[in-house]
């Protein structure tokens, strides 16, 4: 009986995640809560959604800035 070995599984390179300042993500959590009208109860989505804004735009490289948009 022979033994197949099987080859190691490549993973992608992906590039590492990009680290947004804490600050940031907080500033613009709160100008989204303040435009918003600042409803309760809702920090923990409003920061979500400023991270993954934060996170593509510096994923596409643009350097805007919440008060630039729009």
């Known amino acids: 009986m022979s033994r197949v070995s099987t080859?190691?599984?490549?993973k992608p390179m992906t590039p590492p995640p990009v680290q947004i300042p804490h600050e940031r993500i907080a500033k613009r959590a709160y100008e989204k809560w303040m435009k918003r009208g600042c409803p309760q109860g809702t920090a923990f989505q409003d920061w979500l959604e400023a991270e993954a804004e934060l996170v593509a735009e510096?994923?596409?490289?643009?350097?805007?800035?919440?008060?630039a948009r729009r």
Do not use: E, K, V
């Open 7 to 10: 080859p190691p599984t490549a």
């Open 58 to 67: 510096a994923s596409r490289g643009t350097s805007n800035t919440s008060s």
